[in-house]
C-alpha cells in the first residue's frame, strides 16, 4: 500500500470480509481485530524499499492512520537529516501523537524463532476446499453489486447498506415487506440512522424492527399516513419498539383523504383568512403555501398533502373568479 487512503480502504475492506462470514465481531475496542503496520520509506522513482519499522497494538482504525502518518513523517525528518532509520518496533503514542521505540532488533535472529514440535502439517484437500467454497455466503464485493442491480441503488446508497451484514440484512427484510427499496434506503440512511446517533447505538441495537419499517413505508404507499406522520410513527416506534400500525391505530393518525370532509376545512380556512386571500388574488401565488401550512395544522398533520394541496388552489381559484 502507497497512501493513507490505500491503507484505510485496506482495513475497512478485511473487516467487513470477517463480518460477513461470521468468524468475529471484530470490535476492536474489545481486543476482537487488532492492526499492526509496518512503514518503509523509498526515494520517488526507487523500486528498493527502504528500512522497515513496525509499530504494535493498534486497536482502532485511527490510531493506525494516525501511527502510520506520523511514522512517515518521523522517518523523512531523519532522512531529509542525513540520517539512517533504524529497524525497531514501535508504539503509538495516542496522547502526543507520536510513535515512541518499543524495541529493536537488527535480524531475523533477535526472534529466536523456533520449530513448533506441536503444531501438525495440515493437508488441504480439493474435496475439503470445494465444500468450503460451496459453504461460502455472499460476500461484500457480491452483495454490494447485486443491490445496485436488484434493488437500482446508487453506488453510495449501496456501499453504505451492505457496509455490514446487519444493514444488509435490515434493508432486504424491510424491503420484502413493502416492496420499495429506494424508500426503504432513504429512511435507513436519514431517518433512522439520525435517531441511532442520537440515542449513541449500533444498527445491531436498533430498537425498530425492520419489517416495522417496511410495515410503515407500506402504509405511507396506500396513503394511510403522510410523510409527516411517518416522522412521528417512527420516533415512537424507535421509543417503544410497537409496529407501526399499533402506533397509527392507538393514536388515530389514519391519513385524511375523504375529499368531502378535507373541503370542509379548506372552506373554513380560507373564509378565516380574508387577508392572505386577497394577497393572492394580487398575484402572490406563495401564499398558497400558507393555507396548506394551515389545513395540515388544523388536521394535526392528517390531511393528505396532495389532496390538500389541490382543494385549496380551486377554493383560492373559485375567490378569484368571484372577485373578477
Avoid at 523509498?42 to 502518518?69: C, D, H, M, W, Y
Avoid at 493437508?123 to 461460502?136: A, C, D, F, H, Q
Wanted: aromatic share 6%; charged share 30%.
Amino acid at each position: 500500500m502507497n497512501s493513507l487512503e490505500e491503507l484505510e480502504a485496506f482495513m475497512v475492506s478485511l473487516r467487513q470480509l470477517l463480518l460477513y462470514l461470521g468468524v468475529s465481531e471484530c470490535r476492536m475496542e474489545k481486543g476482537q481485530l487488532r492492526f499492526e503496520a509496518s512503514v518503509s520509506l523509498r526515494p520517488k522513482g526507487s523500486e528498493q524499499l527502504g528500512t522497515r519499522v513496525e509499530i504494535k497494538n493498534l486497536n482502532s482504525f485511527r490510531a493506525v492512520l494516525g501511527a502510520v502518518e506520523a511514522e512517515i513523517k518521523r522517518q523523512t525528518e531523519i532522512l531529509k537529516s542525513g540520517g539512517k532509520v533504524q529497524q525497531q518496533t514501535m508504539l503509538w503514542n495516542e496522547a502526543l501523537k507520536i510513535t515512541e521505540p518499543m524495541r529493536t532488533k537488527e535480524t531475523a535472529h533477535d526472534y529466536r524463532y523456533f520449530p513448533e514440535p506441536d503444531l501438525v502439517p495440515i493437508v488441504v484437500s480439493e474435496e475439503w476446499l470445494n465444500r468450503l467454497k460451496s459453504e461460502m455466503p455472499e460476500l461484500p464485493r457480491q452483495r454490494f453489486n447485486r443491490f445496485m442491480r436488484e434493488y437500482e441503488l446508487s453506488e453510495h446508497e449501496a456501499r453504505l447498506l451492505t457496509a455490514t451484514p446487519v444493514t444488509a440484512d435490515y434493508f432486504e427484510t424491510a424491503t420484502k415487506i413493502c416492496g420499495d427499496p429506494k424508500a426503504v434506503a432513504n429512511w435507513m440512511l436519514s431517518d433512522l440512522q439520525g435517531l441511532l446517533n442520537d440515542a449513541g447505538k449500533s444498527w445491531d441495537e436498533c430498537p425498530v424492527r425492520p419489517e416495522h419499517l417496511g410495515e410503515m413505508v407500506a402504509l405511507m404507499k396506500n396513503g394511510t399516513i403522510s410523510v409527516r406522520i411517518a416522522k412521528e410513527v417512527l420516533k415512537e416506534m424507535f421509543a417503544t419498539g410497537k409496529s407501526a400500525r399499533q402506533i397509527v391505530e392507538e393514536r388515530g393518525l389514519v391519513q385524511i383523504t375523504d375529499e368531502e370532509a378535507l373541503r370542509q376545512i379548506v372552506e373554513e380556512i380560507i373564509a378565516a383568512n380574508p387577508k392572505a386571500v386577497q394577497e393572492f388574488l394580487s398575484g402572490n401565488e406563495k401564499v398558497l403555501g400558507f393555507f396548506v401550512g394551515q389545513v395540515m395544522k388544523a388536521t394535526k398533520g392528517k390531511a393528505n398533502p396532495q389532496l390538500a394541496n389541490k382543494l385549496v388552489r380551486e377554493a383560492l381559484e373559485r375567490a378569484k373568479v368571484a372577485s373578477s
